[in-house]
């Protein structure tokens, strides 16, 4: 069974608004990760935090991590026509080499 | 510096046949994993290794085989297709540090058509 579930499933903004995802996970971990899939291609790492930070900034791209509920968001500020894609959150398992649990995702489309 | 490497792009295949999905890394990895994507359902893990000769099954491992006889290599096999196989189709390579798991490196895919 998928470990993240998101929501949004769907999100559509005009460009120069903020758009948040959010992420919820079942097992302890010990980081979570954010990927972003374009229409057709591969998954690209966005930003990865680790279970004892709170926050973690790259760029336009905001993460929040809250382990006692375990739940993360996901902000991308000023959004452009670009960062059109699709977003997953995914957790490691623990002690289970490289082995990535996803969320459904969370399709974004920033209308120009 | 090529990443991950999947081979073919694309594939249409028949009811029953078997075939091979490669999968190459050239950044010395440790960890190499399979994925299918199918509408909604986001990425569900096939198999994994967590080094040469070592491999595990995921979530969805029934209709695959694998094999890791190379750090580079990791090869998915069909073995007899059938039409919920229909999918598309990433590995992915992630280095072991002593700090965890970091970012996983995923190939452009494989879209395969079973008919």
């Known amino acids: 069974s998928q470990q993240g579930e998101e929501d949004p499933q769907a999100l559509s903004i005009q460009e120069g608004e903020n758009a948040t995802m959010n992420c919820s996970y079942k097992?302890?971990?010990?980081?979570l990760q954010w990927y972003r899939q374009n229409s057709g291609r591969g998954l690209v790492h966005l930003i990865l935090?680790?279970?004892?930070?709170r926050e973690k900034h790259s760029g336009r791209l905001r993460v929040t991590l809250d382990t006692s509920k375990k739940s993360s968001s996901l902000l991308i500020t000023a959004s452009r026509a670009a960062d059109t894609a699709s977003y997953f959150c995914a957790t490691p398992i623990y002690n289970q080499g490289g082995k990535l649990i996803f969320g459904q995702g969370t399709e974004l489309s920033v209308k120009p | 510096n090529a990443g991950v490497t999947q081979t073919p792009k694309f594939q249409v295949l028949k009811t029953g046949q078997s075939m091979t999905l490669q999968c190459a890394q050239d950044m010395n990895h440790e960890y190499m994993s399979w994925y299918r994507q199918d509408p909604g359902m986001g990425l569900r893990l096939i198999h994994y290794?967590?080094?040469?000769?070592?491999?595990d099954q995921g979530e969805v491992p029934n209709g695959y085989n694998v094999s890791r006889s190379t750090t580079e290599d990791f090869p998915l096999r069909l073995l007899s297709a059938a039409p919920s196989q229909t999918s598309v189709y990433f590995c992915?390579?992630?280095?072991?540090?002593?700090?965890?798991?970091?970012?996983?490196?995923f190939g452009q895919g494989t879209r395969l058509t079973v008919v």
């Open positions: 935090i680790r279970s004892n930070e």
């Open positions: 992915a390579s992630t280095p072991s540090t002593p700090g965890g798991i970091t970012e996983a490196f």
């Open positions: 290794s967590v080094g040469a000769g070592i491999t």
């Open positions: 097992t302890s971990i010990n980081n």
